[in-house]
């Protein structure tokens, strides 16, 4: 068990509070502490197991598997050895390869294989051609979208995912020519370069990733921001 005392008390108070900001806060400043702060998180994320996890306890499982420390490691994958936020598809496909390229903030590699999810959505044609056709994204469940965005948001604090796209087009009036300097996916009238414009890890813009096709034309990704997956939020 871990003695608390002063920072360390305080640290699991504010983790249990209810300001993302802090909690999120909270969680960089354990694993600065090392064990003693990671016994916290441990115990916080066995405290929660049985409630559907956030934003939180994707941030919690990726600062403990960054830490690359076998026992946390070990520790993982006993408990969520198929990821800590369930996968839920209508079509049967399997999202644990991205779950752990989110987890492991591998963000590159996690946007090629959400493309790849995506042609496996549209079916096999669109896996052998390697993109999607705007007329195909009508097609996707509801459910399955809901499932990649909300592994996007859980690992990213909530700055990654097509419902982030989208609150940002609405916005921003609908307005795409606003919309792909906002994402950092345009700048002064040039396309951002594929790969090393982009920027994978946590300091990109809000909605940066996943990326779409933008030079294929607006419409597969004004289709898929338009499904009705995101009608509740609208």
Not at 195 to 213: C, E, K, R, T, V
């Amino acid at each position: 068990m871990v003695s608390e005392s002063g920072t360390l008390a305080d640290l699991r108070e504010q983790l249990a509070g209810d300001s993302l900001k802090r909690q999120l806060s909270a969680v960089h400043e354990l694993v600065a502490r090392g064990e003693a702060g990671t016994d916290i998180l441990k115990a916080t994320l066995l405290e929660r197991q049985h409630q559907p996890p956030t934003i939180l306890d994707g941030r919690m499982v990726q600062m403990l598997y960054a830490t690359q420390q076998e026992d946390l490691q070990t520790f993982l994958a006993h408990h969520w050895p198929q990821g800590r936020f369930p996968m839920p598809s209508e079509r049967g496909i399997d999202y644990g390869p991205l779950q752990h390229c989110l987890v492991a903030q591998d963000f590159q590699e996690a946007d090629r294989l959400t493309l790849v999810k995506l042609c496996e959505l549209a079916g096999p044609t669109a896996v052998r051609r390697k993109w999607v056709y705007f007329t195909e994204v009508d097609q996707f469940p509801s459910l399955d979208l809901q499932t990649l965005d909300r592994l996007w948001l859980a690992y990213s604090e909530g700055k990654f995912g097509f419902s982030v796209q989208r609150r940002l087009w609405l916005s921003l009036g609908q307005n795409w020519d606003k919309l792909w300097p906002r994402l950092a996916w345009k700048e002064d009238n040039i396309w951002t370069r594929y790969p090393s414009g982009f920027i994978w890890d946590l300091s990109a813009p809000d909605g940066h990733l996943p990326l779409s096709n933008q030079l294929r034309g607006v419409r597969m990704l004004a289709a898929l921001l338009a499904h009705p997956a995101w009608q509740e939020d609208s």
